[in-house]
């Protein structure tokens, strides 16, 4: 019935007659838990637009169910102006006609953006629908005091992630004499398919993929061939024969494993680089290393790419701000502001336009591994119609595969695959 | 007033509320009637009349409560019918997919175990709450100060915002050693249990949740009810040699009947309704061990966007209410009846 209240009020008025009125103020939404810092550079970003344009625009950050919230302006027609969301949004948000195509080859500003930034603003269909604004990869976040208190190696390899997280499990890292400490912080939720989105990084990183291209815009499910399945079953082995994952994983999402994280129970954690002043703020400068994930036994080394996009979308009575605010946040000038270099709170992790100085702005070396690992091994979801359903299904069947440790993974992958082909069906854009 | 019957007017008719009664003289009113012969149709059209104002005047009364419940519960129904039966797409455009939205939310691969699940968990929670809550009434049922406290106490959990109570037993199934139960657990030897995350026993505790809420209200309508008991009843028992046990067996329980079925009623539609807990719990996982029909529905619509699919799914689920509270209204009175 909830969902039957939403629909209220629908009307049938053509989405491109909306009356045009250039002092309306444009609404823009992100993906940040309100308050935060990331909210209050993209504010500030908000506010220096106006300042820079004279139009007027009104930032709200919203984080718990933020692709629900949307859901249910759409169905209202009531869709904020901008969104900035994930670059793998995109198909869904586009697929439902909700965004504004974007002439890549007109867009000002749009020589300085980076190919493989616009690559990720790109839907199945060739066409542009978004303005990208970040970029990142993941990488293994590691207590550094943990790992010198026990001795242990870089890890070069995955047998080296396993030897560290057994350490980091049975001896005691924090030595409180008790052992609460587990070796990996996994958000393993089903929510927003997380798990999916986790396990991405070390399916990629063993040469694996989701879906195989077969020729342009066609693919194939290659989720359970040999490389899929034995990175799956490598995760299992870290939940169900090592027992070096935190006990709650199955239920968790981001949010509650960074606090899982920053609370000392665990001490591997593979996630991105906007973690990184958090993390240092709350934890101590020293206390984190950040080493790229070592090459999988069966490829790599890779990981998953990602980034936000700004996203126009129909219907707004301002459309000349909207495009304004787009070019203003991939311009030299938003970008190096969004970096909020020193804050903690980057809406820009990786700056998409190339003539930004990043070397100037960011000190800390960490981010200079980020930087490295997106720029040569990093992957991005496949361009699909709509990824959502894709990475749902995923998640759905990989939280079942860590929950239930008598699982079959090569069985469980396949009939996952099954589902791919089915969805990829679905989407007219199977290849097989 | 109008003519209702579409006979000649007549000035008998009973007045409106607070209009003086001026028609009202000797020839047209009660003294008319002794005369005989044209009084006897007269009769029927006054009753009509009086019929349909008095029926009139309640509604009325509901007139502003209706408006509101047809804005806004009618309407979305009706609207949820007509998306049920679309795919919906507020920026391009519906199109008609005649059943096919009931066709996709019935093979969802985890339709059948949402059900199934759904019905476990409303039988679990109900159950549980009504025999806890009714050993609870049993126990605090009395007028001493101190009980009225514990009373108090023992009914906080039902004003607790679900999100708390939530987040409070989220941290005591802490899968962990280190957890508040697995630590009061370990005390005896056992576990670490993994509670919400563990498979098999994720749903039980989903169940133990709703039943330590739940309790305390059904506690409260047991009270209520324990306390409408004859006691004469109670006298005329003991009088006769019964035990504590065989008073209870045969006076308490029988007294308590309508309490039970309508406690029943209202818990299992609440728990076939059931989203709060198992959505701030756990949201489905772990691989689907603690999805409901409202979790379903909650993610096809509002997370994935299928809104015509989820008002299918929603449609199944009405109408499995109302087949439940059809069938235990009949069965009630049937049993009344006897």
């Known amino acids: 019935m909830i969902v039957a209240v939403t629909l209220a009020g629908c009307s049938s008025t053509s989405m491109l007659n909306v009356p045009q009125d250039p002092r309306a103020e444009l609404q823009v939404w992100l993906r940040e838990p309100p308050g935060s810092a990331a909210a209050r550079t993209a504010d500030r970003l908000v506010k220096a637009f106006s300042a820079r344009t004279g139009y007027k625009a009104q ?84 207590r550094a005091d943990w790992r010198a208190k026990l001795g242990l190696p870089v890890p070069t390899t995955w047998d080296d992630i396993v030897d560290m997280a057994i350490a980091f499990t049975t001896r005691d890292p924090d030595g409180d004499g008790r052992a609460d400490t587990y070796g990996l912080v996994v958000p393993g939720t089903t929510t927003r398919g997380y798990m999916a989105w986790y396990f991405a990084s070390y399916l990629y990183d063993n040469g694996g993929e989701f879906l195989a291209n077969t020729q342009p815009g066609r693919w194939v499910p290659a989720i359970n061939d040999a490389k899929g399945v034995q990175a799956a079953a490598w995760l299992k082995d870290l939940f169900c024969r090592y027992h070096v994952v935190n006990p709650d994983a199955v239920d968790l999402d981001t949010s509650r494993a960074h606090d899982t994280f920053e609370k000392n129970l665990g001490g591997i954690y593979l996630t991105g680089p906007y973690m990184l002043p958090r993390f240092v703020k709350s934890m101590g400068p020293s206390r984190i290393e950040v080493f790229p994930l070592p090459a999988g036994p069966g490829g790599g080394p890779n990981a998953l790419a990602e980034g936000e996009n700004v996203y126009l979308t129909m219907g707004s009575r301002n459309r000349a701000a909207q495009l304004a605010f787009a070019q203003f946040a991939a311009s030299v000038e938003g970008q190096t502001l969004a970096m909020d270099a020193n804050g903690n709170g980057p809406v820009v992790r990786l700056p998409v336009n190339t003539k930004v100085d ?21 992957t991005y979801v496949p361009s699909v119609p709509n990824w959502a359903p894709f990475r749902q299904m995923a998640a759905d069947t990989l939280n079942g595969v860590m929950a239930n440790c008598g699982s079959d993974v090569k069985g469980s992958l396949d009939k996952l695959a099954a589902q791919f082909a089915a969805e990829l069906k679905r989407q007219n854009v199977y290849g097989g | 007033m109008t003519n209702v019957t579409g006979r000649r007017p007549v000035a008998t008719s009973a007045p409106p509320y607070g209009a003086p009664p001026t028609h009202r003289t000797p020839a047209s009113g009660r003294g008319a009637r002794s005369r005989g012969g044209y009084d006897r149709p007269r009769r029927p ?46 920026y391009l455009g519906d199109r008609y997919v005649g059943f096919g939205n009931y066709v996709a939310v019935t093979t969802q691969p985890l339709f059948t175990k949402a059900i199934w699940q759904t019905v476990v968990l409303a039988v679990g929670t109900t159950g549980g709450s009504i025999v806890l809550g009714f050993l609870l009434a ?29 987040e409070v037993w989220r941290i005591m199934y802490y899968p962990g050693r280190s957890g508040a139960l697995n630590t009061l ?15 098999h026993q994720a749903l039980a505790s989903v169940m133990l949740v709703g039943i330590w809420r739940g309790a305390p209200y059904d506690m409260m309508i047991f009270l209520a009810g324990l306390a409408s008991v004859d006691r004469n009843l109670y006298e005329a028992a003991a009088v006769d040699g019964g035990e504590r046990w065989q008073r209870f067996r045969h006076v308490t329980l029988p007294s308590l009947r309508p309490v039970i079925t309508i406690l029943c009623l209202l818990a299992a539609l609440r728990g076939l309704r059931s989203f709060t807990e198992v959505f701030l719990l756990t949201n489905g996982a772990p ?41 235990v209204n009949t069965w009630r009175r049937r049993v009344t009846a006897r």
Do not use: C
Request: proline content about 5%.
């Open chain 1, 59 to 142: 930032l709200t950050a919203l984080y718990e169910n933020f692709e629900t919230k949307l859901q249910q302006q759409a169905a209202y027609r009531q869709l904020p102006d901008v969104v900035i969301n994930d670059t793998e949004k995109l198909g869904s948000m586009q697929s439902q006609g909700w965004l504004v195509p974007i002439d890549r080859a007109t867009f000002p500003g749009g020589d300085q953006i980076a190919d493989r930034a616009w690559q990720a603003a790109r839907a199945a269909n060739g066409n542009y629908y978004a303005v990208p604004l970040t970029a990142h990869t993941f990488a293994l976040f590691v």
């Open chain 2, 138 to 166: 049993i126990l605090v049922e009395g007028q001493a100060r101190h009980l009225w406290l514990v009373r108090t106490a023992a009914f906080l959990p039902v004003v607790t915002t679900m999100a708390v109570v939530a």
């Open chain 2, 287 to 327: 691989n689907g061990a603690t999805e409901v029909i409202m979790t379903l529905i909650y993610k096809l619509g509002a997370e994935q966007g299928q809104l015509g699919v989820a008002a299918a799914g929603s449609m199944v689920l009405f109408l499995a209410i109302a087949t439940v509270t059809i069938a």
């Open chain 1, 358 to 378: 990043v070397g100037a702005i960011r000190t800390d070396p960490r981010w200079k591994t980020f930087q490295h690992v997106y720029a040569t091994d990093s």
């Open chain 2, 185 to 199: 657990l370990g005390w005896v030897g056992l576990g670490p249990e993994p509670f919400l995350a563990g498979e």
């Open chain 2, 45 to 90: 059209v006054r009753r009509t009349r009086r019929r349909w104002v008095t029926a009139l005047i309640p509604w009325m009364f509901l007139a502003p409560a209706l408006l509101l419940f047809v804005y806004f519960k009618l309407m979305p129904l009706l609207q949820a019918i007509r998306m049920s039966f679309y795919d919906v797409r507020p």
